[in-house]
């Protein structure tokens, strides 16, 4: 019963979290683009005066940037790639009849809840160590020279670790999007002569696509923004070798305390989230309707 | 007490009229029943009786009183959903408890009027189950349960059978029937079934498109359809309609005879090669063709009568059960 | 599929999915296995897996000469705060959106989870500045205002998704019953949502404990939660392996147990309902 009485209280109740994040949405980047437009650095006090494009200009044309965006999408691209297909896979499997499900299902899961920090730190020192790693180890009962993973090969071994830890993400939701298939429906295929190829092509992949559009849209918008680890483990370098754009920025402005410059790096850090926030969006309003 | 009036009641969602200014009065101690096809707003206008949604205009007076600015709460009615709409954290007890709690009544009563209900519903061992671990048939009566302990002046049933299986169905239909034997309080029941309203109410009350198209007991509504769309609606199977030349012999639009009122003879006028048989045992349903008349017409014929597909039957109308309908669908009295 | 499955079929997968697991699980079992080795163990050549000498040592370096407690307590005060203002918040407006629909809640949802999209670099120039302007830095109340608000928009969409199940019959029998808003909202609404509300907060608390962007951004010595504590162990002189496996399992452990008890939700949560 929507009278004129409860649609009043209920924007009374809605007002403080509409509020809210209105602030925290327009506040911090109204400064943002303001502060992109000027020269203003943390070191440098003075005036800061309006200098339009220049910081857009410098850091794009900063060969670090560059670097930064290949880095960006290919961190994405192949955490996105290891976690969807490794994922897929991972559903696949722990949909079979087993015994002890729970706790394969528990073991799989956890890295998800291993907080960055930690699993950055304990890969790079427990297991990529080149001398005192596991994986040095490994190398040395096979004969091989130990490998320097993280001055190496800097963003393979990132790409690694962050899909060690959104793997459990991807297998969890495609797990429950595959346990929500009508039993009904394979059965049916099975009396049509399919065989379990076909039932996984024709039938589960077609009602896993929802999910798997869900999982990769929302690891995008979390794998844009990888920090903790590049921090811990390589500090972006050698060189600018795993430096993604969140890092960049994140070192204009708090390293090198280059305000104006960290602030338009934001602002296309914003510009690049935003594109897959839209897709992301619709899929999601989508589902509001239904 | 329970005397229901409406008074040029109607119900707008937005710019939809739902239904349009409508009177109607549902006398104290009545089972009436609303029916129609889905869509017809018989569900708006019992939500309207209860007070679950408001009405566009017009007036509705519970023995007299106006009722049509009282909370549901306040209208002295109970409500039983389509859903049971039981309250899934609360065992059998506390779900009938529920509206006395709400009405600060003392435990010695409530535990009196609640014992009485699980009595009456033969739900005294499931007292303390919570809904999950019920049936579909003990839902209904736990929700029933919580409408009876309130002694409310008026119940009101929404589909309250669509979601049980058919026997139950039939059981649970014998059962709200002795319940209102029993209580003779006012009841309003909301259905789509034709054969529930046929079986259970005192007065008929048909709904197409928010409008009443007839009033009625159940046999005046079978004996004289004031139209052709109640004609088509009630009785099972449906009645035959004849239009054309057949019609006219009767100074008639359309003409209507109902299954069981057309004879198998050797001598009837009409003919037909008969098709599906559907045989009950008790009835035999014939649905024959290529009589020129309509595409199938569908005879009953008593007991078990064996015609083969194909064969070739003569029928004969009940000439004064013949119903005849007018260029605007009415009846031709 | 209620037939037989051959027991060979089932041996077979269950080696391969336990062998997968284990793999998968084996970085946090050999950090739980290293932390109770001695130094020298925890380096040893080849490695020791189970057959060492077992002690507590490390924990309790790891608590004397660190402040270690103290990052605790800070990870528990800002996780658990900005989850009970979050909620605080986000009950009302999860309610009034499920409960009273308008024409426009739709878009207020949809424009709630965008601002849940901003990037958080993108705004981490102006929110350092005002921080430090407000002696907000490195404090707990600070980091606590920037969790709730990161995470609101994942705990109004959560109690969206879990108010909106509640069937308006319900609501409405209630009504009939006689409850008068208050009794609605604490004898049939409130029961009813407790389960929602339970797997809201906790995925919250574990989405916020691990939150690494803001704590090691916004705090030093002070506020800094375990995160930001473990993160200091990436310095050479933190290469202790069996210390820093004990700080991290003290750091991990709490959250895990959380997680393996909420992961059913945790799909629903992540997904802002678009997968259940």
Known sequence: MATQHSRAAARFMIAPSVVLLLAWMLIPLGMTLYFSFLRYNLLMPGNNPFVGFENYAY????????AAIVNTLLLVGGILLITVVGGIALAVLLDQPMWGTGIVRIMVISPFFVMPTVSALVWKNMFMNPVNGLFAYIAEVLGMQPFDFLTQAPLASIIGIVSWQWLPFATLILLTAMQSLDSEQLEASEMDGASAWSRFYYIKL?????????????????????????LVTTNGGPGTASTNLTYLVYAESLLRFDVGTGSAGGVIAIILANIVAIFLMRMIGKNLDA | MGRITLDKVRKAFGDTEVIPPLDLTIEDGEFVVFVGPSGCGKSTLLRLIAGLEDVSGGEIRIDGKPATDLPPAKRGLAMVFQSYALYPHMTVRKNITFPLKMAGMSEEEKKRRVDHAAEVLNLTDYLDRRPGQLSGGQRQRVAIGRAIVREPAAFLFDEPLSNLDAALRVGMRLEISELHERLKTTMVYVTHDQVEAMTMADKIVVLRAGNIEQVGSPLDLYRTPRNLFVAGFIGSPTMNLIDGAEAAKHDARTIGIRPEHIDVVGDGPWQGKVGVSEHLGSDTFFHVHETGLADIITVRAP??????????????????????FGQDGLRIA | MARAVTTKTKAINTAIAWTIAILIFFPILWTVLTSFKSEGTAIADPPVFLFFDWTLENYATVQERSSYFRHFMNS?????????????????????????????????????????????????????????????????????????LINLPIIVWMLYTYFREIPNDILEAARMDGATLRSEVIYVLLPMAVPGIASTLLLNIILAWNEAFWTLNLTAANAAPLTAFIASYS??????????????????????????????????????????
């Open chain 1, 59 to 66: 850091f794009v044309t900063d060969p670090a940037f560059q």
């Open chain 3, 235 to 276: 310095s050479p002189e933190g290469l202790f392996y069996a210390k820093l496996s004990a700080a991290s399992t003290m750091a991990i452990a709490p959250i895990l147990i959380m997680g393996w008890f909420s992961q059913k939700q945790l799909v629903r949560g992540l997904t802002f309902g678009a997968v259940k």
């Open chain 3, 76 to 148: 528990v005060v800002i996780s658990v705060g900005s989850t009970i203002i979050g909620l605080a918040i986000g009950i009302p407006a999860a309610w009034a959106m499920a409960f009273v629909p308008g024409k426009q809640t739709k878009n207020v949802l949809m424009w709630m989870l965008s601002t849940k999209m901003l990037p958080p670099v993108g705004v981490l120039v102006p929110l350092y500045l005002i921080f430090r302007d407000w002696g907000l830095l490195d404090t707990r109340i600070g980091l606590i205002i920037v969790l709730t």
């Open chain 2, 303 to 324: 007991g078990e009568v064996n015609h083969r597909a194909g064969d070739t039957i003569r029928l004969s109308p009940q000439m004064d059960k013949l119903h005849r």
């Open chain 1, 206 to 230: 077609p009602h896993l696509a929802r999910a798997i559009t869900v999982v990769v849209l929302i690891q995008t918008i979390f794998l844009l923004s990888i920090f903790a680890e590049i």
